[in-house]
């Protein structure tokens, strides 16, 4: 069952501008990730924040986490067409861990207008 | 650098046919996982495994298996293609730990006709 949802589905901004999209989930985690998938190609891990971090920086992305809200955002700064993708939350749903495979959701297009 | 490869990017197979997708991870990683992604749908897991000869079914097995006879291939096969297994297939590893960080190959877009 899809566990993330992103929102907005569809995100269109000039180059230079800011990026940001949310992710909300329903069950405890033990962290969350992002990725990023370019069109037609495999997914790239961005950035994982843990359940007992707020804030995480990694060059130009900033994630939040609140666990109270069951939500998480990842911001782009000063974005760029090279920023152009699909973007995914990914939890791991379930508090002990384990080998199980992440619960993605269905993602954030973002488009850069140059 | 963490490799993960797929065996074909694309792939055509007539329903009916019995489809082989390979993947291999060189990152000496136990755990792997086998996804399809569809519009509108995001990600779905089907299969992963935790270790060789190991499998677990995940959120959509129906119509598929796997196989992991040797720790660095994982393959997902499709005993009798059917057109509603049209769609991308992508494999995931993982190493047992603390990160659950997963590195995914390239991806295969399966059509079947």
């Known amino acids: 069952s899809q566990q993330g949802e992103e929102d907005p589905q569809a995100l269109s901004i000039q180059e230079g501008e800011n990026a940001t999209m949310n992710c909300s989930y329903k069950?405890?985690?033990?962290?969350l990730q992002w990725y990023r998938q370019n069109s037609g190609r495999g997914l790239v891990h961005l950035i994982l924040?843990?359940?007992?971090?707020r804030e995480k920086h990694s060059g130009r992305l900033r994630v939040t986490l609140d666990t109270s809200k069951k939500s998480s955002s990842l911001l782009i700064t000063a974005s760029r067409a090279a920023d152009t993708a699909s973007y995914f939350c990914a939890t791991d749903g379930k508090a002990g861990g384990g080998a199980d495979g992440l619960t993605f959701g269905k993602g954030t297009h973002l488009i850069i207008q140059p | 650098d963490v490799k993960v490869t797929q065996s074909s990017r694309y792939l055509v197979k007539r329903t009916g046919e019995k489809v082989f997708l390979e993947c291999v991870q060189d990152m000496d990683h136990e755990n792997m996982f086998w996804y399809r992604q569809d519009p509108g749908l995001g990600l779905r897991l089907i299969y992963f495994?935790?270790?060789?000869?190991?499998?677990e079914k995940g959120d959509i097995p129906e119509g598929y298996s796997v196989s992991r006879e040797k720790k660095e291939r994982f393959s997902l096969i499709l005993e009798s293609a059917s057109t509603n297994q049209t769609s991308m297939y992508l494999c995931a590893s993982r190493t047992t730990g603390i990160t659950d960080t997963q590195y995914f190959g390239p991806g295969t877009r399966l059509t079947v006709l």
């Open positions: 924040i843990r359940s007992n971090e």
């Open positions: 495994s935790y270790d060789v000869k190991m499998k």
């Open positions: 069950t405890s985690i033990n962290n």
